[in-house]
């Protein structure tokens, strides 16, 4: 069966994530609505992936591999994909995680009914690598609104890896090396902050790989402090490094409450996490 294809550019920069870049690519051909090319961005990996891509393009038209020679960092190699994008939006995905077959027709479907929009994310699943087992699911904002707020709390109100959104606003834009781990809150807060509008899809259509090396397992106090910069550059507020401390030892022990086996630790981690932050669980709470 001939499935549509939309004017969509999925944009990826990978850096050693071979052993997954086939299922990568297999969850966007099986998707319900193609896209119309797959940008992958290889950024000097050290693995097979440059064979593996290249074998991929020989039996997947619409993957085009993008090779550099030489490591240049993952805001570079996106923005390196983000130039020849020649589709009207761009969705993004990471090489080590996978779509919901449905997430790409979703997304666009929304788009294309409501040309106000600009950046439609959804919520995601994480999975444990080793076993497959779902470890938890996001529980982003729905309303534009609501995301709003959170980007002028410094806090991400869209999930990087799940967004679709206008092609001209990302090339517009742009990503900043210098703030990696946190390059996507500067984006999408100078979108906000110039006035695009965003929405989030409730259910899980991505579903983010847990392993040793990913970005996902190792929460750097940069990917923190960096937002509340912004945040008070953009937004003119006046967070200190007090409170941006305060927000990193609540997510740290709150991701060793997530991937921690042990039922004592567990228990442990998520006490240390309620108790530097207890506003943020009721808030989840009441979002359930």
């Known amino acids: 069966m001939n499935r549509q294809q939309a004017n969509i550019s999925v944009v990826s920069a990978n850096y ?23 940008i992958v961005v ?13 074998e991929i393009a020989e039996e997947t038209k619409i993957l085009k591999p993008v090779f550099l020679n030489k490591n240049q960092g993952f805001a570079n ?6 130039k020849i994008a020649s589709g009207d939006y761009i969705l993004r995905l990471d090489p080590d995680d996978f779509v919901h077959e449905d997430r790409i027709r979703l997304q666009y479907e929304l788009l294309e009914r409501n040309r106000e929009l600009d ?10 690598s080793d076993t497959g087992k779902i470890i938890f699911k996001t529980n982003f904002p729905a309303t534009y609104e609501e995301i709003k707020k959170r980007y002028h709390t ?8 799940t967004v679709m959104g206008k092609t001209a606003l990302f090339q517009k834009y742009g990503y900043q090396q210098e703030y990696v781990p946190a390059e996507d809150y500067a984006i999408f807060a100078r979108m906000i902050a110039d006035g695009a509008v965003m929405q989030n899809l ?28 912004i945040c008070n550059e953009l937004f003119h507020t ?51």
């Open 154 to 161: 410094a806090m991400h109100g869209v999930l990087h890896g």
């Open 119 to 128: 950046v439609v994310g959804s919520n995601a699943a994480y999975f444990d």
């Open 42 to 54: 290889d950024d000097g990996s050290k693995d097979d992936s440059v064979r593996i891509l290249t």
């Open 202 to 229: 409730t259910a899980p259509l991505t579903f983010v790989r847990i392993h040793a090396g990913s970005v996902s397992n190792d929460l750097k106090y940069k990917a923190i402090r960096e937002p509340y910069a």
């Open 238 to 288: 006046s967070y200190g490094p007090l409170r941006s401390k305060l927000t990193y030892y609540h997510l740290k022990f709150y991701r060793r409450f997530l991937f921690q086996k042990n039922l004592l630790k567990r228990m442990w981690y998520l006490f240390l996490a309620i108790s530097l932050n207890p506003a943020k669980l009721v808030a989840r709470i009441k979002r359930q």
């Open 16 to 38: 050693n994530n071979g052993k997954y870049l086939r299922q990568f690519i297999d969850s966007l051909m099986n998707s319900s609505l193609l896209p119309r090319e797959i």
């Open 77 to 82: 190699a996106l923005n390196a994909g983000l």
